[in-house]
C-alpha cells in the first residue's frame, strides 16, 4: 500500500461534476458544524470535511470540536477533525502523510 494510498475518502477522484456537487449537498445537509461551538454563526460554508469547501474565513479561534459526533464523520471513517480552521479530510492526510514520509 502506497503513502497515499486512502486519502480521498469520498471518492471525489472518480466523481462526475454532478456526482460531486451531489456527494457535496448530502455532507451539507447531514453535518452538524452549526452545532459546534466554534462555528460562527453566519458562515458562509459549513461541511468544512469535504474537499474544495475550504476553511472557514470567519472562525479565529478553535473551541470543543464535535466532528467525531457527526454521522458524516462516522459514514466516511474520518479520522481528524477541526476542518474548519485546519483544512479538509484529504489536505489533513496529505499534511500529515507528507510529514510521516522518509
Known sequence: MGVFDNVDKFDIDSMTPEEHRERQAYVTSKCKCKGCPTYVEGDADIGYCFPLIGTSANI?????????????????ALGHTHYCTRCSEVCQVMKTQTNDAP
Not at 464535535?66 to 459514514?75: F, G, L, P, V
Request: charged content about 45%.
Open 60 to 76: 479565529k479561534w478553535e473551541k470543543e470540536c464535535i466532528c467525531e459526533s457527526c454521522d458524516i464523520w462516522k459514514e466516511y
